[in-house]
């Protein structure tokens, strides 16, 4: 529908559903528009914004429904890498300026627009550091109803996702707060979220992973035999991951298929 065949019945309603609460991204689906269409409606008619702090417009809703593994996966990374803050209704992901290209996938996969991604330099190093801030109840809402909440280090809480999609989640998780290395991989998180990742490599890879062990004021869990077998799982072609990960599992199951001979086998348990 084109902003021209708006009757004023129509308009009213936006403004009227704007005014309830309604987001602008759940208005435009309404209506079969995009929210840029609903966002001039309201600027137009002089009604205020119900927060100054939002000057971009997402899907709020995005995590309603845990129902893809790109969904999954955000929330892990989130989980793992993002920020809270409940009080003022923001979500923010900050990460190093070679990883900026992870937070364009963000973006596009709320549907927002570039114009989200910010930098600021170190006030130590001078580096670049960028980041997503992404302002909203209703998302923030969203994420909390999967136990993302404020002051989450080291007190972060599993939420149920479907089997299908935990190996996403799972490497949502490692993405955000994982080591990856030749010898050895370890994931960093609270009790709960380390015993998840433990049961569900058991039972998907029939892999015992060694005890959780204490680190700094959080859990660690390292993962040394069984590693290529597991970043195999986890890190499938295709997936959604950080690029400098993605590339540094992949170079090294190539190595460690080069050293074993393994070179296209289906199977890789070294």
Same mark, same amino acid.
């Given at each position: 529908m084109k902003k021209s065949n708006f009757t004023n019945e129509q308009i009213k309603d936006i403004l009227e559903r704007y005014n309830s609460g309604n987001s602008i991204y759940a208005i435009s689906k309404l209506y079969n528009v995009t929210h840029k269409v609903i966002n001039r409606i309201i600027i137009e008619n002089n009604l205020i914004k119900r927060d100054g702090r939002k000057k971009h417009f997402y899907n709020q809703t995005i995590f309603n429904d845990i129902d893809s593994s790109e969904k999954a996966y955000w929330l892990g990374f989130i989980l793992a890498d993002g920020y809270i803050n409940e009080k003022k209704a923001f979500m923010r992901i900050k990460l190093q300026e070679c990883d900026k290209n992870h937070l364009d996938k963000f973006v596009k996969f709320i549907d927002g627009d570039k114009g989200m991604i910010k930098y600021e330099t170190h006030n130590i190093t001078s580096n670049k550091q960028y980041y997503v801030e992404v302002n909203g109840r209703e998302f923030i809402k969203s994420l909390n109803n999967h136990n993302i909440r404020q002051g989450k280090s080291s007190k972060e809480h599993?939420?149920?996702?479907?089997?299908? *999609?935990?190996?996403?989640?799972?490497?949502?998780?490692?993405?955000?707060?994982?080591?990856?290395? &030749?010898?050895?991989?370890?994931?960093?998180?609270?009790?709960?979220?380390? &015993?998840?990742?433990?049961? *569900?490599?058991? &039972?998907?890879?029939?892999?015992?992973?060694?005890?959780?062990? &204490?680190?700094?004021?959080?859990?660690?869990?390292?993962?040394?035999?069984?590693?290529?077998?597991?970043?195999?799982?986890? *890190?499938?072609?295709g997936c959604i991951s950080l690029d400098r990960k993605y590339k540094t599992v992949k170079l090294l199951l190539q190595v460690a298929m080069l050293k074993s001979g393994k070179i296209g086998s289906d199977s890789l348990n070294i």
């Open positions: 599993i939420t149920k996702i479907p089997f299908e *999609y935990r190996k996403d989640y799972i490497r949502g998780l490692f993405d955000g707060d994982g080591h990856i290395e &030749e010898k050895r991989i370890d994931l960093v998180g609270s009790q709960e979220v380390l &015993e998840y990742v433990q049961r *569900y490599l058991k &039972e998907t890879c029939d892999i015992h992973v060694n005890k959780i062990l &204490e680190h700094c004021n959080t859990k660690r869990i390292y993962i040394g035999f069984n590693r290529y077998k597991v970043l195999k799982h986890l *890190y499938y072609d």
